[in-house]
């Protein structure tokens, strides 16, 4: 299996496997935390690991994992209380937050952008782009950010260069359009980015190896929610970070793969290989959700959203959770120096 009909089979099974609002309960006498992610990603690599390997077990928290397809979705039904959890990107929680929801983001899952900007083979530099059209998956989305993100490093400003920009799907879709001349350019993540780069197309920036502050992924709740349950957040954080533990170990490298395959619907753990390895790469040992990342959020979806540009980074960030675990020296515990 090649790896473009390998993104396309995955992204097609996630289309079909899209989980309605709520999971059903599983008999337990642990209390329950239901946890939505809004994309199936290798940085979720810990929090499938933790449920797995009954890590959160171990803690005494009865996580329900659910996938949603959509980063707003997740955002409304945290709002609502339908999820105590939202693993999801801060721009399509920020608005929401500007509108009133309580909402902070205690963990970062990603904290830089996955994205790298391709362009059809015969564009060769930035200005190259002006007049064209680039594509990212939805308008507010992390995609649609990180391309703001990667013009302004570039130079450029998609109005007054006149790019336009296009809400074209998936990393697969965004790929057929590129190969089908829809596109020019498009914003894709690792596996999509090195086909595209094996068939001759031009990298114009990795925002991951350019490190710009962006704050990707988070896991974010409602602060009245979590106040209300201090142990129980407290037990789900030692928990997620005990799965990062696992992941960053080496030594279990075949069983992490074994996890990524299960979820990403791959063949086989063989086929996990390229997203281990991204996990490995982009994934914090010490995951603080980040102020300047968030910042960087608030200042692009503000293009969009005016009422998001009065928002403090540092209202939305709450990293206490995991500096009391850093303070009593969990950390070195879980990692046992490795």
């Known amino acids: 299996m090649n790896n473009k009909s390998m993104l396309i089979g995955f992204f097609g099974v996630l289309l079909a496997l899209v989980t309605p609002h709520s999971a059903p309960a599983q008999s337990s006498r642990l209390p329950q935390l239901k946890l939505a992610v809004s994309t199936a990603t290798p940085h979720n690599t810990p929090l499938w690991v933790a449920k797995d390997k009954k890590i959160f077990d171990k803690y005494g928290v009865d996580v329900q994992m659910i996938f949603v397809m959509g980063g707003a979705l997740v955002s409304q039904m945290l709002a609502a209380g339908e999820i105590h959890v939202a ?4 721009a399509a929680l920020v608005s929401l937050i500007a509108g009133g929801v309580d909402i902070v983001a205690f963990l970062g899952i990603s904290n ?26 939805r308008f507010g989305g992390s995609s649609h950010v990180s391309a703001l993100i990667a013009l302004d490093h570039l130079g450029l400003d998609a109005k007054r260069d006149n790019i336009i920009l296009m ?28 086909t595209m780069l094996n068939k001759g197309y031009t990298q114009l920036l990795n925002l991951n190896h350019a490190k710009i502050p962006y704050q990707n ?13 201090a142990k129980l957040f407290d037990s789900f954080t030692r928990a997620v970070v005990e799965g990062y533990a696992y ?17 990403l619907r791959l063949p086989n753990a063989e086929a996990a290989e390229d997203f281990y390895l991204e996990a490995q790469e982009e994934l914090d040992r010490k995951p603080y959700p ?5 910042r960087t959020v608030i200042k692009f979806v503000a293009e969009r959203n005016p009422k998001v540009a009065s928002l403090k980074a540092e209202r939305i960030v709450d990293s206490s959770w995991l500096k009391k675990l850093d303070d009593e020296g969990f950390f070195e515990r879980v990692y046992r120096g490795r």
């Open 167 to 194: 809400q074209t799907g998936l990393d697969p879709e965004r790929m057929a359009a590129l190969e089908g001349k829809g596109l020019d350019a498009a914003m894709l993540q690792r596996l999509a980015t090195k």
């Open 247 to 263: 992941v960053f170990n080496k030594e279990n490298k075949q069983a992490v793969k074994e996890v990524l395959a299960k979820n």
């Open 290 to 294: 980040t102020i300047e990342g968030t």
């Open 87 to 90: 693993g999801n990107a801060p």
């Open 217 to 229: 992924t988070v896991l974010a709740s409602r602060r009245d929610y979590m106040a209300a349950n």
């Open 112 to 137: 830089t952008s996955p994205f790298t900007l391709i362009a059809q083979p015969s564009i060769k530099t930035a200005a190259d782009l002006r007049g064209k059209r680039l594509g990212t998956a």
